[in-house]
Nanobody, 121 residues
């Protein structure tokens, strides 16, 4: 059973920063693609960033240059550093884990419970 636990969400003013973390267990972390997704009220879940087993990253255009995804295979953790936050970044952020191909095709099969990020204007 894979467990993913997010932390680090909260309320921040526009222009501020937050750092999200995801702690993973139950799967060989170093062999897993990992990702962050988000879902705003009334909208579909959307990709934020993904990182493959070798540390290569991809970002959605709307966060590129502001957010940084990283992973620590020794600690089985993944992080998302979010800078220059905007009100439109307000959403529930989810950590996702999947097989290596998930980096390319989005087939993440395990999800965390989500953490709320609210950016005030």
């Amino acid at each position: 059973q894979v467990q993913l636990v997010e932390s680090g969400g909260g309320l921040v003013q526009a222009g501020g920063s937050l750092r999200l973390s995801c702690a993973a267990s139950g799967r060989i972390f170093s062999s897993s693609a990992m990702g962050w997704y988000r879902q705003a009220p009334g909208k579909q879940r959307e990709l934020v960033a993904v990182i493959n087993i070798g540390g290569t990253t991809k970002y959605a255009d709307y966060v590129k240059g502001r957010f940084t995804i990283s992973r620590d295979n020794a600690k089985n953790t993944m992080s998302l550093q979010m800078n220059s936050l905007k009100p439109e970044d307000t959403a529930v952020y989810y950590c996702a884990s999947g097989p290596p191909r998930a980096y390319y095709d989005g087939t993440f099969d395990y999800w965390g419970q989500g953490t709320q990020v609210t950016v005030s204007s």
